[in-house]
């Protein structure tokens, strides 16, 4: 579908097959959600945590396409089409690595996301666009061959030559008689090769820069589901080894590479300059979060999982509304931003709420998620954590809070107050409100068959 | 005292009848106005107001009535259900005696504050959009609905919900203003300080969850009951303390208070701080042992507070800056009747108990009502003469007479004297201590003594601070061009305030109407042995003050109507003031602020490091130039507590950030240096 | 004889961290995909002729003969022959090398496992660690590239090791070799200026 | 009742006395004892000149201070007869009435706007907020050592326990008392009324601008101040239950002497230093301190 695109020279026709493309996404997670924990086409299985991913990212194709349409109206036709076309091929490809049930298959589609992401960033053809897509592809690649290191040695304590994809089940059988040294390492390759995707330490590096030159629907799929897919690989990793005898190394190594990723965040933004830079650190925090609970265990599973979900729309939501603040304001430096609440008081609000949903200073669903990891670390009395955790925590409200209200309230430093925004409808902002209203219900009340789908993802892992 | 009680509650059953509501319809009700608050942004802005001071007035009438059916003794827990068809978990609002007090004491402030909100936000309809009135009403209306839902919620979760909800609607509140960076950027220091409080509660909670099961402040008893509780409760009172603002974790509140527009700063100040006591009492009445520490360290703590607050309070020059500090001062004093009552509890001294939490809990109520008002005025004041700068007013009184008028009836309030309320509850705790001194042993009446002491010093501290507020701002002459110019606000920023009035008026002159029912909740809360005496006691007391204020009012009345009879008889002359000789006098000549605090710094400087910035005249100029003279003084524990930790901390986290140096091969050494970490932790078994 | 090709490689790999110019670093990278290509077949002998035979083929086009020849078309380009830009002086490259070198084999042994060659495993880990070291100790967006096709070969070898048991791992590093190929040289190699080293406009 | 009259009577003559006591011990004859009061009738009669300056408040303060003290006055007792009004913690009314009292006075000086009033203001109440807790501690030292929280209670009590060093007692209680009442009348070594220079007084430079009827009240105020403070040290060093002419005569001489020791002060000593004072006043809170020990003595908590 995507290779049509590129074939075709036309505009229409592009958006008609995106549209399409979109239905046909959403039908397909709802099958999928039909038939859960079923096996199609061999290497595909609907693992209820795929599925939760999956329906996060079919609920964000939705704005993603439509901010699309808006963000590159301008371009000519074969810009346009290539964009539309790496957008359908990312998405597909996550949804490929969502499904997978195989470590290789799911490997491969990681693999495949960097291509189609290195074509999107690369969208306005400038220089920075084009060093920043350079940094990315190689780190990600360099990680990548890392992470398949790491899925080698899990060949090597297979080693056998049936059902020589890897996939999780078979794997799962043997984990036990493993050499726990085996691993240890395996694990650490994947979690270093894959946090390239997921912007987690120590590879966090080039998803910001990625951020700072990608079209803001881009940076939306980038900070939430591209992330969630090395996140899913991750703990697809975790969750199989967690039978076995390595489960607290793997804990303190998540918790560790957590800490770093709080504190790296927490300092960044206390001198960030760049507003999608910033929103960029904030996904490393909420990522470094993600680890110490999975790291935390117990309640920590529950609240990584929903903190991915509402991170996920959070911070989406956020970067879309970046669409429309460079709109207005025509840039994204925090010198030159000032006084949106006067500009657009609509976007204005997202740009309220959403900090406080990002912050996760109640009534925000993060806030419930926050709360369990740190119930979970009470539970496993990792109190210098929890400390520690709470500290940057605070710093890091301090720095994005007084950021985002100097861009609302006050003016800017450089004056922005000779720029002419162009008019904006508030009705193009309605999917953000949509998101974030979602955000906040979720504080009190989680719908049933969301928490099933969580309960069922994290049902191997010992309590 | 039980068949007064007994004929109290009588005469108020026969006003129950009126409301009675079937239970789901106060949940329903209740709901309803939660979701109606939303509207507002759709509200056209000339109407925002009156849009949400309906939705207030219904909230409050609805709220009244269930503190009604509480205090009124009809049942003695309301439970109300919130549960819908769409949130599978139910919130339950529990409304016992406590929670109706501090129910009653928000309705009556938060709803005044409305009032007065509409002539007060009048000159800042022209310049701000309709959205910030949304948000600036939609925060009000949910600092209300939260500080009533604070007091109703026993779940721990759901408590800190609503408690950070709170501490973000007010937030909002306070930046209304936000253009200006200074304000801004108090509001934000303000929001992380509510935020690190809010995580030493969490704290707290999550330990007696992780010990009891269940995470609630009716679990605090079973956890109490076999843990050491000093710790445990050292976290709440920090947790609710740094809202209180007890020294040294006040330091949010005299930044926060001047930067909020005046109808918020006197709810913030009079009613939301009083939910860090609330939680306090609310803690306090689970707790079962350690309780001799306990109250040792509040009444400490307390008495610091109450009279550093104070001290600090007379060197400020802005008055609303003032103000703040008095607020940390009077929640000095009914943490002084709190820890009172904790000691009474630890010695089975049941009547120092009784007198002391009744102390303080009827300060709370008094508290909340002068310091509103005295905000409001501050507020009518700010709008007269758009500074808060006291050296720029003076005789002001004439300009704006009902202004001064409240102000003194709020000064006279605030420093406890008769016949006023703020005398009753202070009279109530000084009462407690004197009773007691003759029973207690050693220790304990050095330490009651030394709370006396306290307390009579910070009376007198009170009375000079007052006395230079009210006198440099309202009396004497102009000291600038603005204060010359000044005009009485409109009426509808007076009137409302006379709901105050009265109120302050009653307790002070029918004390015995209000102390009553807070003898009832007090003895029904903290179950306190055989108190009935001791209460009767103190009810014949209250009355013979009434009576005594009562003869008071009436020979000053007597006292002037001779003297303008006596008058009218003689003949009177207006002249200039006299002058020793010197008849060309100018304003400045007069009395400044700083000059009258002087002989006080004198002895207070070393506590409070009082800065002076002016010229000394060198002995070689004959003919001295223009010369400026200017003193502050800033609050030490600011600097020690707040800035230097924080800033120390952020340059660590800043020097971080040469990470991302944009150079690829670091970019990777990252993943080197990673795996060798992780490789030499796990060889050290550190991990 | 499969050892011998080893070792040969490992000597490849101690020579990259000595070498200064470019064409040698050219030519180690076509010597390796030559001896990974000999290795494959001597490997891998006991798998259907058909794979095996893609295996030998891509490795000899791509690895020997095609990145050798786009990397030799960008610095005709660029016109940089030798390897400045050190982040430090090659002597103590040459000692980390061995370093590496000592540890991968002690990582080795502590590996030992019935499906693998144990001298594979240090080779691989120690074409790892060079890989990675040349990425890290050169500041020229060329010698980033070879460094990473260094580890590219590691990964392959790796894969060789267990290759035997489940070609499926050969296939998908091939794949890798080719998105490399392709996507990094094939594109940015030839857009970017690559004897530029302040690629920094991104930072913070 | 009758200590109020008393307290009426005693005020009738104790500023002559001090007036009278003066002059004798600096050799002149001096005028008649119920001069100060004649004055007051002047004052009566005559008219009043106010300030452009002053407003509402200048008018009622004076009225006020009065009135506050008067009704103090109802809860102070005479030997065992209590007051009129008495009840428990009744000094703690009393006194806080005062400060209000003083509250006004003070306001109304600020009210003048003239920088000497404002000087007297600014003294007043910085000394009288100083010697709040030395009244407070003798109070609470009288609580412990009779058990007892209303004058009456305690003064009738005072006596009755056995113990005889209470005589010691009862003479730091009437050294308090005597100190006290110069502070709270600003008299010598505080503050000296009859200094020329206005840079030098308390309480005289603040009613520079009052004439006519509320001088007049002023001065009945502080007149009735004395006699109450009066009042209270006979309290403290005369048993009560004696026979009641027998008291009524010994109240008479106990202000009498009162009088004399402040006029005698006042002819011998000097005027303490503007910033000693502050020290003066906090030696006296101290000196209620060692009361206390004493009481913790004589109570036997501390043994």
């Known amino acids: 579908m995507s290779i049509a695109i590129v074939l075709l020279k036309n505009k229409t026709v592009t958006r008609i097959i995106t549209i399409g493309f979109v239905l046909l996404h959403i039908w ?78 799911l490997w491969i589609f990681v693999e495949a996301t960097t291509l189609a992401v290195a074509a999107l960033i690369y969208h306005d053809r400038s220089e920075m666009a084009l060093e920043a897509t350079w940094k990315y592809v190689f780190i990600c690649s360099t990680g990548i061959a890392i992470a ?236 210098f954590v929890l400390i520690v955790a709470i500290i940057l925590l605070c710093f890091v409200i301090y720095a994005m809070s007084t950021r985002f209200l100097h861009i609302l309230f006050s003016n800017s430093r450089n004056g922005n107050d000779a720029i002419v925004p162009d008019v904006i409808n508030p009705v193009e902002s309605v999917s953000q409100f949509v998101l974030l209203g979602i955000v906040f219900t979720m504080c009190f009340y989680q719908p049933p068959f969301l928490v099933d789908l969580i309960n069922q993802s994290i049902a191997l892992l010992p309590k | 005292m039980l068949s007064d009680i007994e004929i109290f509650i009588g005469n108020i059953k026969t006003l129950r009848v009126y409301f009675n509501l079937p239970p789901i319809m106060n949940a329903v009700l209740f709901l309803i106005i939660l979701f109606l608050t939303f509207l507002v942004f759709f509200i056209p802005k000339a109407y925002k107001y009156y849009y949400s001071l309906f939705l207030l007035t219904g909230a409050v009438v609805l709220s009244s009535v269930w503190c009604f059916k509480v205090l009124s003794g009809s049942c003695q827990v309301l439970d109300i259900h919130l549960d819908l068809p769409a949130f599978g978990n139910s919130f339950i609002l529990t409304i016992d005696r406590l929670s109706a007090f501090f129910i009653v004491v928000v309705n009556i402030t938060v709803f005044v504050g409305m009032l007065y909100a509409r002539g007060y936000l009048k000159p800042y309809y022209p310049t701000k959009n309709s959205l910030s009135f949304s948000v600036h009403f939609l925060s009000y209306l949910w600092l209300y609905l939260s500080m009533i839902m604070v007091v109703m919620i026993r779940d721990g979760l759901t408590f800190i919900i609503v408690w950070e909800i709170m501490a973000l609607s007010s937030f909002l509140l306070v930046i209304f203003e936000a253009e200006d960076r200074t304000i801004l950027k108090t509001g934000i220091s303000y929001l992380i300080q509510m935020h690190v409080g809010m995580f030493f509660i969490l704290i707290a909670f999550l330990v007696v969850g992780k010990a009891t099961g269940q995470m609630s402040f009716d679990a605090l008893r079973l956890y109490f009951s076999n843990h050491s509780n000093f710790l445990l409760f050292m976290l709440f009172f920090i947790g609710f303390g740094i809202k209180a603002g007890f020294i040294p974790l006040h330091t949010w509140l005299p930044e926060a208070h001047p930067a909020a527009p005046s109808h918020v700063s006197g709810v913030m100040s009079g009613v939301m701080i009083k939910m860090g006591i609330y939680g306090i009492l609310r803690v306090l009445i689970s707790v079962q042992n350690d309780l001799l520490l306990i109250g040792i360290t509040i009444l400490v703590i307390s008495l610091i507070s109450g009279i550093l607050g104070v001290m600090m309070a007379i060197v400020q020059h802005d008055l609303k800056r003032l103000l703040a500090y008095h607020s940390i001062e009077n929640i000095g004093i009914i943490g002084i009747g709190i820890g009172l009552g904790v000691i009474g509890l630890a010695t089975n001294n049941s009547m120092l108990s009784l007198l002391g939490f009744s102390g303080g809990l009827l300060h709370v109520l008094n508290h909340s009502l002068f310091k509103s008002l005295l905000f409001f005025n501050a507020g009518s004041v700010y709008h007269a003469i758009h500074t808060r700068n006291i050296e720029e007013m003076g005789g002001l009184m004439k300009k704006m007479p009902y202004t001064a008028l409240l102000f003194l009836t709020g000064s006279l309030a605030i420093c406890g004297l008769p016949p006023f309320n703020g005398f009753i509850s202070e009279y109530l705790i000084y009462l407690g201590m004197f009773k007691s001194l003759s029973v207690v042993n050693l ?46 606000v409109s009426h509808d920023m007076i009137f409302p305030q006379f709901i105050t009035i009265a109120f302050i008026v009653i307790i002070g002159l029918a004390s015995v109407l209000f102390v009553k029912p807070v003898f009832n909740i007090i003895s029904a809360e903290f179950t ?87 010229r000394d005249i060198r002995e070689d100029e004959i003919f001295p130039d223009e010369r400026t003279f200017k003193s502050s003084s800033d609050d030490i524990f600011k600097k020690l507590l707040i800035d230097k930790p924080v800033n120390w901390i952020s340059d660590l986290l800043k020097k971080i950030s040469v990470m991302q140096t944009g150079q690829i091969q670091h970019y990777i050494l990252y993943a080197f240096v990673y795996m060798l970490l992780v490789f030499l932790l796990t060889y050290f078994n550190i991990i | 004889m499969v050892n011998y090709l080893i070792v040969l490689f490992a000597v490849t790999l101690v020579y990259f961290a000595s070498a200064e110019r470019l064409k040698v670093y050219i030519r180690l990278v076509g010597l390796q995909g030559l001896l990974l290509c000999g290795i494959a077949i001597f490997e891998l002998k006991e798998m259907n002729t058909a794979n095996l035979i893609f295996i030998a083929f891509e490795s ?52 030992i496992n019935s499906f693998v060659n144990t001298i594979y495993m240090a080779i691989a880990l120690f074409t790892l660690f060079t890989g990675l070291l040349l990425i890290v100790i050169h500041k020229l967006i060329i010698s980033h590239l070879i460094g990473f096709l260094v580890v590219e070969n590691a990964v392959f070898l790796f894969s060789l090791a267990i290759g035997n048991k489940m070609p499926m791992m050969i296939n998908v590093g091939i794949l890798l070799d080719i998105f490399v190929g392709v996507l990094i040289l094939g594109f940015f190699g030839l857009r970017l200026k690559p004897h530029t080293n302040e690629l920094t406009m991104l930072k913070d | 009742m009758i200590g109020f009259v008393l307290i009426l009577i005693a005020a009738f003559f104790f500023p002559g006395v001090i007036v009278r006591a003066k002059s004798i011990s600096s050799g002149r004859k001096g005028p008649g004892i119920f001069q100060p009061i004649k004055e007051i009738g002047v004052l009566l009669r005559k008219g009043s000149v106010f300030s452009n300056t002053t407003g509402l408040i200048f008018q009622i303060a004076p009225a006020i201070s009065l ?171 005369v048993p009560g239950g004696w026979n009641i002419f027998l008291q009524i005569i010994l109240f008479m001489t106990v202000q009498i002497i009162f009088a004399t020791i402040i006029g005698l002060i006042e002819s011998f000593r000097a005027r303490n230093k503007m910033n000693l004072n502050p020290k003066f006043i906090l030696t006296i809170s101290s000196i209620g301190w060692v009361a206390f020990v004493i009481i913790l003595i004589l109570t036997d908590k501390l043994i």
């Not at chain 1, 039978?243 to 300092?267: E, K, Y």
């Not at chain 2, 009345?557 to 009879?565: G, N, Q």
């Not at chain 2, 700083?594 to 004198?602: F, G, P, V």
């Open chain 1, 28 to 105: 397909l997670t709802i099958h999928c959600w039909i038939n859960l924990n079923k096996t199609e086409l061999g290497y595909f299985t609907f693992s209820s945590l795929g599925v939760l991913l999956l329906a996060v990212l079919s609920l964000l194709t939705i704005p993603t396409v439509y901010h699309g349409f808006i963000y590159a109206k301008k371009d000519e036709a074969k810009k346009f089409n290539i964009y539309h076309s790496a957008l359908i091929a990312l998405m597909t490809f996550m949804t490929g690595a969502y499904l997978a049930n195989g470590m290789t298959v």
């Open chain 1, 148 to 383: 398949y290191l790491g899925i080698l040695f899990l060949g090597f304590i297979y080693g056998r030559g049936d059902a020589s994809n890897l996939s999780f089940a078979s794997l799962a059988n043997i984990i036990n008689q493993a050499n726990p040294l085996y691993l240890k390492i395996a694990f650490v390759f994947v979690l270093i090769g894959f946090s390239t995707k997921m912007g987690l330490f120590p590879m966090h590096t080039v998803t910001i820069d990625a951020h700072s030159v990608s079209p803001p629907p881009i940076s939306a799929l980038i900070s939430t589901t591209l992330m969630n897919v090395g996140f899913l690989a991750i703990f697809r990793v975790y969750t199989l080894f967690a039978s076995s005898s390595i489960l607290p190394f793997m804990n303190s190594v998540l918790i560790l590479s957590g800490l770093l990723s709080l504190l790296i965040a927490a300092g960044y933004m206390l001198k960030a300059k760049h507003l999608k830079r910033m929103l960029a650190y904030s996904s490393l925090e909420n990522m470094g979060l993600v680890a110490i609970a999975v790291g935390a265990g117990g309640y920590g599973y529950y609240a990584a999982l929903l903190l991915l979900v509402l991170h996920s729309l959070t911070k989406s939501s956020l970067f879309y509304q970046m669409g429309q603040l460079s709109r207005v304001l025509h840039s994204f430096k925090l010198d030159e931003c000032g006084r949106y609440m006067k500009l657009y008081p609509a976007g204005a609000l997202i740009l309220l709420l959403g900090m406080i949903c990002i912050l996760a200073i109640p009534p925000s669903g993060l806030f419930i998620t926050e709360f369990m990891i740190f119930k979970g670390l009470v539970l496993k009395d990792k109190w």
């Open chain 2, 443 to 488: 220790y304990q009446s050095i330490l009651i003594l030394g709370t006396i002491v306290g307390l009579s010093l910070i009376g007198g501290l009170a009375i000079f601070c007052f006395t230079k507020a009210f006198g440099i701002v309202f009396l004497g002459e102009p000291r600038s061009e603005k204060a010359k110019t000044a005009k009485e």
């Open chain 2, 528 to 614: 306190l042995p055989d108190i009935a005496p001791f209460a009767i006691t103190s009810i014949n007391n209250l009355t013979q003050i009434s009576l005594l204020s009562g003869i008071f009012v009436i020979t000053i009345v007597i006292l002037l109507v001779y003297r303008h009879y006596h008058l009218k008889s003689r003949q009177v002359s207006y002249g200039p003031t006299w002058g020793c000789g010197y008849t060309a006098g100018t304003s400045k000549q007069q009395y400044t602020a700083t000059s009258y605090a002087y002989n006080y710094n004198h002895i207070a400087k070393p506590i409070l490091q009082t800065k002076k910035m002016m």
């Open chain 3, 60 to 111: 000899l086009v791509f690895k020997a003969i095609a990145i050798p020849f786009l990397l030799t078309r960008i610095i005709n380009r660029s016109g940089v022959t030798k390897v400045h830009h050190l982040a430090m002086p090659g002597f103590y490259s040459l000692i980390l090398s061995i370093f590496a070198l000592l540890i991968s084999v002690i990582l080795a042994n502590s590996l």
């Open chain 4, 67 to 237: 009135a506050s003290i008067v009704c103090a006055m109802l809860v102070i007792p005479f030997a065992n007869h209590s007051a009129l009004i008495s009840f428990e913690g009744d000094f703690v009314f009393f006194s806080y009435l005062l400060a209000s009292g003083k509250f006004f006075a003070i306001i109304a000086a600020l009210d003048t706007g003239s920088s000497f009033e404002g000087m007297g203001a600014n003294r007043e109440a910085f000394f009288s907020m100083l010697v709040e807790p030395a009244f407070f501690i003798l109070l609470a030292t009288f609580a412990m050592f009779t058990g007892c929280t209303s004058f009456s209670d305690i003064f009738s009590h005072f006596f009755v326990t056995g113990n005889h060093y209470v005589l010691i007692y009862s003479i730091i209680g009437f050294y308090l008392f005597i100190q006290i009442a110069m502070i709270e009348n600003s008299r010598l070594p505080v503050d000296d009324p009859k200094t020329h220079l206005e840079l030098t007084m308390i309480h005289e430079v603040m009613i520079l601008d009052n004439s006519g009827f509320d001088k007049a009240l002023i001065h009945m105020g502080s007149y009735l101040k004395f006699s109450i403070y009066g009042a209270l040290m006979y309290n403290v060093i």
